[in-house]
């Protein structure tokens, strides 16, 4: 299931390998949606590592429930299971194969932490800082010539300087 009332996304799965790549390529599409395509590394990062910590840890069982919500300027990525044993950060050893998730959450991001919920689970989250919705939108390429007429700036028009900058130059003179 998703939903997406506004900035919030949930999405409800089995924490098993097949569905971690499908819930990452969910979280890439939305980021991409709210305009927040600079998050989309450091978020599918962090949501892996956590669903991978709920396939090799959680008991009784794999059930989840990822959430994404950007409130301001913050995103906070959460995935909330049914096993109240709470993550811990290792110091893995150079030639360890796991135990490093929890510290790579910690490099990622701008803070993460755990909290009890209220079915005797836990929610796992951790927040990274969203750029402001002026520099999140990318100006999109103009092509060809474009004259004033209907698209100049004039009362109840008003066209932000990146925009500006994208327009195409005719080569005509006059």
């Not at 990525?77 to 893995?92: F, K």
Request: charged residues 20%; contains cysteine; hydrophobic residues 40%.
């Amino acid at each position: 299931m998703i939903s997406e009332p506004s900035r919030h996304c949930a999405v409800e799965l089995q924490a098993l390998p097949s569905r971690i790549g499908q819930v990452r390529r969910i979280i890439s599409a939305q980021l991409r949606y709210w305009h927040l395509d600079p998050l989309i590394d450091q978020a599918a990062l962090g949501v892996t590592e956590l669903l991978t910590n709920v396939h090799r840890h959680a008991q009784p069982d794999k059930s989840c429930t990822v959430e994404i919500e950007l409130l301001l300027d913050r995103l906070t990525v959460s995935v909330h299971d049914h096993d109240p044993r709470l993550p811990t950060l290792c110091d893995a050893d150079s030639s360890a194969t796991s135990g490093r998730g929890m510290a790579l959450i910690a490099a990622v991001s701008e803070s993460w932490g755990v909290r009890p919920s209220s079915d005797a689970g836990k929610v796992v989250w951790f927040t990274l800082p969203a750029p402001s919705f002026a520099t999140a939108l990318h100006p999109l390429p103009v092509y060809g010539s474009m004259t004033d007429g209907p698209f100049a700036s004039g009362p109840g028009i008003h066209l932000e300087p990146a925009a500006v900058e994208t327009r195409a130059r005719s080569a005509v003179v006059g």
